[in-house]
């Protein structure tokens, strides 16, 4: 009885021993499914040039063809299956690689070159690339399961400030103003997350009012753009000129690359305005008839300051000018005066008109008319109202003097 229960156990042990070694054939040719006497072809990707490949790009690629089987595959034919926006002229989607021996795998494969470009509207992300061969023992064409990504990727997304709107045109200190801004996309794929600042500083004359330095723009489409405002307040004491105001501008695209636009700036113009006011000072009475030197003081009595400025006193039939008629005085800042001195000759009741040539801070060129107000006099007026002495007064009594003088003589001569 033992004898055959050891006998019963060797014969199980053995049983269990052919079935392991059943299942491990089995497992090792799952593992391995390529049969000893066939080819197997696969593809691999070895290359990508330019990677990422620009909307536009012509694009190479190299592919490595091994043969993983031990028999040869002739006359082997290769093609590559593109989806958009991949783009393969016809004469270059198929490949002759020619017989790829068994085992002909690692360096000693075979390398197919395909030169394909990349469509001008595409956008970024990635796109399917397939490939299929056929050999002269093949059926028909057989598709290999590996798929290629080509990657698409804008390399520079470029955003830009096109364009600057001012309003009103022409600031003037104190008062507010509207800015805005037009973001323009000239790339091929979206431009998100963009943010607009104003880079303000304490030497730039203005300062934002009602919002902040700062605007967000989620997202400007591929070729189009958009807007943003920004409210702004001018320093009341603000000179005129020409202000240049820095930006920065960062955004973003969907495949998470951030982007910083430097060197942005826009100029504001500010440009207060002159005004001019005149009077004659210092000046003894004003009588007609007569030559009379005359000064008049001109006020800048505007905000703007002004340059190059010339005033010509302008001929009238209130007067005549024996003086030469334009003076030359140059910059005249605001509050300031300067005056200016001129012969003439009274013949009626008129003002003096005075014509002013000036450039402004922005060399815009002005013309202004001022009229000098004046008082022109008779002799007998001027002596009436007491503003000057009677010159017929003053002859009698000299003559009454010298008569008591003569009369006085003549007393004393008959005594001697």
């Known amino acids: 009885m033992a004898r055959k229960k050891i006998g019963m156990f060797w014969a199980a042990a053995c049983a269990i021993l052919a079935f392991a070694s059943t299942f491990n ?16 072809i696969v593809a691999t990707l070895v290359n990508q040039n330019p990677d990422p490949a620009e909307p ?28 958009y926006p991949v783009i393969i002229p016809e004469g270059e989607k198929t490949k002759n690689a020619g017989t790829i021996l068994g085992r002909q795998t690692g360096t000693d494969a075979v390398l197919a070159r395909y030169f394909l470009t990349i469509d ?14 056929k050999a002269a023992s093949s059926a028909g064409w057989i598709v290999l399961k590996d798929v290629f990504n080509i990657s698409i990727r804008q390399r520079d997304l470029p955003l830009s400030i096109t364009r600057v709107r001012q309003q009103p045109e022409n600031l003037v200190p104190g008062k507010s103003a509207n800015i805005t801004l037009t973001a323009e996309n000239f790339g091929t794929s979206e431009a998100i997350n963009i943010r607009v600042r104003l880079n303000l500083t304490e030497s730039t004359p203005i300062a934002t009012y009602g919002s902040t330095n700062e605007a967000f723009i989620p997202l400007v489409n591929a070729k189009g753009k958009t807007e943003t405002s920004f409210q702004i307040i001018t320093n ?80 009238s039939s209130s007067y005549d000018v024996i003086s030469q008629e334009t003076t ?5 800042d605001s509050g300031d005066s300067e005056t200016v001195t001129y012969d003439i000759i009274p013949r009626s009741e008129g003002p003096l008109v ?55 003589y003549r007393k004393l001569r008959k005594k001697k």
Do not use: C, M, W
């Open 354 to 408: 005075l014509n002013l040539e000036l450039s402004d801070a922005l060399n815009n060129k002005h013309e202004e008319r001022v009229e000098v107000p004046v008082k022109i006099y008779t002799g007998s007026e001027a002596s009436r109202l007491g503003l000057e002495k009677s010159r017929g007064k003053g002859l009698i009594i000299i003559l009454a003097i010298v008569a008591i003088g003569v009369l006085a």
């Open 56 to 83: 536009g790009d012509l694009v190479e690629l190299k592919i490595r063809l091994e043969n993983k089987g031990s028999k040869p595959a002739q006359d082997v034919i290769v093609e590559l299956i593109p989806t």
């Open 120 to 133: 001008s509207a595409a956008g970024t992300g990635s796109s399917p690339l397939s490939i299929r061969y």
């Open 328 to 332: 030359y005085i140059g910059d005249l």
């Open 236 to 315: 009341p004491e603000a000179k005129s000129g020409l202000y240049k105001v820095p930006i920065q501008v960062t955004y973003s695209d969907r495949s998470g690359r951030n982007y910083t636009l430097g060197a942005q700036s826009f100029g504001i113009l500010i440009g207060a305005a002159s005004s001019f006011s005149a009077a004659v000072v210092g000046t003894d009475i004003i009588k007609y008839g007569s030559r009379q030197r005359i000064t008049i003081e001109i006020v800048n009595s505007g905000l703007g300051d002004v340059k190059l400025l010339t005033a010509r006193l302008a001929k």
């Open 25 to 40: 054939a089995a497992l090792a040719a799952t593992d391995n499914p390529i049969a000893e006497e066939s080819s197997f």
